[in-house]
Antibody
Framework: QLQLQESGPGLVKPSETPSLTCTVS??????????WGWIRQPPGKRLEWIGS???????YYNPSLKSRVTISVDTSKNQFSLKLSSVTAADTAVYYC????????????????????WGQGTLVTVSS | SYVLTQPPSVSVAPGKTARITCGGN??????VHWYQQKPGQAPVLVIY???DRPSGIPERFSGSNSGNTATLTISRVEAGDEADYYC???????????FGTGTKVTVL
């Protein structure tokens, strides 16, 4: 059974660039049928998609976060990672990783579907 | 960007039917997915592509989508169904995966 597990720094200071990693077990991150995504949830608020990556390295990012986000993949470790630059208190959230189901691709873009399954999440708190 | 609006809360008695709506402009033309999130836990997919159920999700969960409203229906509600529920779509205009505002279902 596919499982995802996030790891991260927990507490970071404003303006830092934390890095989070998602380790995939029970399946290969190099599957051609899936992307791999990051989603976050500030305390008491809704879910927010951050971005998704294919095993080849192709990425899609939330337009509102694109300038501060970098998602990368390490197929040898079956992991993918998130870096978020210049964090502020507004970036305090539980960060989830999830498998993002691939729908179809045109010559220029891919259409992704739902997220399943999800990791348990890791809380990142931004505070001085 | 595309906005998905859900009622903040829905209350339902055990054994009755809960209906959770997700409103969006011409949402009927999009595929809608639904997630259940219990306190302190990660979201779990309960409906995908408007009305399909993943394996392991009870038949009591069903979905529909038409016009400007998608609906998640929970029949014969149980205490264990108490959770937050989120809808999600792909907004093609911004290539952005959008979640709804979330609905807290309370079992009376």
């Amino acid at each position: 059974q596919l499982q995802l597990q996030e790891s991260g720094p927990g507490l970071v200071k404003p303006s830092e660039t934390p890095s989070l990693t998602c380790t995939v077990s029970g399946g290969s991150i190099s599957s051609t049928s899936y992307y791999w995504g990051w989603i976050r949830q500030p305390p008491g608020k809704r879910l927010e998609w951050i971005g998704s990556i294919y095993y080849s390295g192709r990425t899609y990012y939330n337009p509102s976060l694109k300038s501060r986000v970098t998602i990368s993949v390490d197929t040898s470790k079956n992991q993918f990672s998130l870096k978020l630059s210049s964090v502020t208190a507004a970036d305090t959230a539980v960060y989830y990783c999830a498998r993002h189901i691939l729908g179809y691709c045109s010559t220029s873009s891919c259409y992704l579907n739902w997220f399943d399954p999800w990791g348990q999440g890791t809380l990142v708190t931004v505070s001085s | 960007s595309y906005v998905l609006t859900q009622p903040p809360s829905v209350s339902v008695a055990p054994g009755k039917t809960a209906r959770i709506t997700c409103g969006g402009n011409n949402i009927g033309s999009k595929s809608v997915h639904w997630y259940q999130q219990k306190p302190g836990q990660a979201p779990v997919l309960v409906i995908y592509d408007d009305s399909d159920r993943p394996s392991g999700i009870p038949e009591r969960f069903s979905g529909s989508n038409s016009g400007n409203t998608a609906t998640l229906t929970i029949s014969r509600v149980e205490a264990g169904d108490e959770a937050d529920y989120y809808c999600q779509v792909w907004d093609s205009s911004s290539d952005h995966y959008v979640f709804g505002t979330g609905t807290k279902v309370t079992v009376l």
